[in-house]
């Protein structure tokens, strides 16, 4: 009902021609994706496919994180996996 009122046939015609999926493979900047497979809004079917990256990209899925949560620990003492990741990326590429 929504996507018509914006200009698309349906949801899938908004999920296709919004997806930054299909420009992953000109990325020519060193890129980190990190997605969780547990994610309620970005579907397995979705994810992009190893070939349809480019050299560029390092594409890590993680078993859990949920929508771009990533906390592990407990509640008194959470961890921010994105605090850690980054960080240690960027000094590896700063590195390269």
């Known amino acids: 009902m929504t996507a018509p009122?914006?200009?698309?046939?349906?949801?899938?015609d908004y999920?296709?021609?919004?997806?930054?999926?299909?420009f992953l493979g000109e990325i020519r900047t060193?890129?980190?994706?990190?997605?969780?497979?547990?994610?309620?809004?970005?579907?397995?079917?979705s994810l992009p496919l190893a070939e349809e990256l480019?050299?560029?990209?390092?594409?890590?899925?993680?078993a859990k994180g949920g929508h771009v949560g990533f906390v592990d620990g407990s509640l008194r003492q959470p961890g921010?996996?994105?605090?850690?990741?980054?960080?240690?990326?960027l000094t590896a590429v700063g590195r390269e």
């Open 80 to 89: 921010y996996y994105l605090e850690r990741r980054i960080p240690q990326w």
């Open 54 to 62: 480019s050299d560029c990209i390092q594409f890590e899925l993680q």
């Open 5 to 12: 009122l914006h200009g698309f046939v349906d949801a899938q």
């Open 15 to 22: 999920y296709r021609r919004a997806s930054s999926r299909y």
């Open 30 to 45: 060193p890129t980190l994706i990190i997605q969780a497979a547990d994610d309620p809004f970005v579907f397995p079917h």
